[in-house]
């Protein structure tokens, strides 16, 4: 049986909320959105690291304990269908699919929310030190953001017996461009699960749906070479169908007037 890697980012990739405005809610906290455009603007953290950033360092945040984490994971809002594409993945035609998750989001909150579902060693995300006494975040060890990503995704594909070409990644953001980059280069598969523009210029194939098993369409055309009909009965046979599948190439253009020179000299004259 051929051996793939999956790995696959969380926050509105598995999940439909971000855990940082989950947490906002429980503790209370309005104003998150802003912070994170702040922290985003002035560059100082890789994109993705924002929360990170705030538990360790806002002081509405640095009450957060772990059991704050533990919570949101469990009011964290899920895809459809995540257990069924773990265990779908175990063996499509001979071919096995090892499911990672490697995210910015806070550990604690994806294992919490993924219970049962992924194994906790299959999560990397970013990890704390508490204080023992306090409980308080008193330092950050990890934080899989950006290039950490790319080293996250190394990491694991030193560990596993497969060649480079046997990666597929899934994300959904600006913070997924780094290593959706490395997995290009690597000549494995790229897949962007949202229509922000900054990775759907760099991902292999885009695929939008509020379903986690839509991720498996790529896999099968670009992997397995399996054509449509295939793909609809493989489904089929697993209780779904496709109702909808709509293969769109969009081209977003922004077009402006030219300057002529009359049109610059009428300006002048102004």
Same mark, same amino acid.
């Given at each position: 049986? /051929? ?34 455009? &702040? ?19 806002? !002081? ?5 304990? /772990? ?27 001979? #071919? ?6 490697? *995210?910015?989001? !806070?550990?604690?909150?994806?294992? *919490?929310? %993924?219970? &049962?579902?992924? @194994? ?11 204080? @023992? ?15 950490? /990503? ?9 560990? %596993?017996?497969?060649?480079?070409? #046997? ?52 896999? %099968? ?8 009909? #295939? ?11 496709? #109702? ?5 190439? /969009? ?9 002529? @020179? ?9």
């Amino acid at each position: 049986m /051929k051996e793939y890697l999956i790995v696959s980012d969380f926050d509105q990739t598995l999940s439909f909320n971000d855990s940082g405005i989950v947490l906002s809610e429980l503790l209370g906290i309005s104003g998150f959105d802003g912070r994170i455009r &702040g922290l985003s603007n002035i560059h100082l953290i890789q994109q993705g690291g924002e929360l990170a950033y705030l538990l360790l360092h806002d !002081p509405e945040y640095r009450r957060v304990r /772990k059991e704050h984490l533990i919570e949101v994971g469990k009011r964290i809002r899920l895809k459809e269908n995540i257990r069924l594409l773990c265990s779908l993945l175990d063996n499509i035609d001979d #071919r096995r699919f090892l499911f990672y998750v490697v *995210s910015a989001a !806070p550990q604690e909150v994806i294992q *919490s929310a %993924l219970a &049962g579902i992924v @194994p906790d060693d299959h999560i990397i995300g970013t990890r704390f030190h508490y204080n @023992p006494e306090s409980g308080e975040i008193q330092s950050i060890l990890s934080v899989p953001a950006g290039y950490g /990503k790319v080293a996250e995704l190394d990491r694991l594909r030193s560990t %596993l017996p497969l060649s480079h070409d #046997r990666i597929v990644y899934v994300g959904d953001g600006s913070s997924d461009v780094h290593v959706m980059m490395h997995v290009n280069r690597l000549d494995g598969l790229t897949i962007a699960v949202s229509e922000n523009r900054f990775i759907n210029q760099i991902a292999q194939r885009t695929i939008v749906s509020d379903d986690a098993l839509s991720v498996l369409v790529p896999i %099968l055309e670009d992997i397995l070479g399996w054509d449509s009909m #295939r793909i609809r009965a493989y489904f089929e046979a697993n209780g779904f169908y496709l #109702r909808e599948w709509d293969k769109v190439r /969009k081209d977003s253009l922004t077009i402006c007037r030219a300057e002529t @020179p009359e049109s610059a000299a009428a300006a002048e004259v102004v």
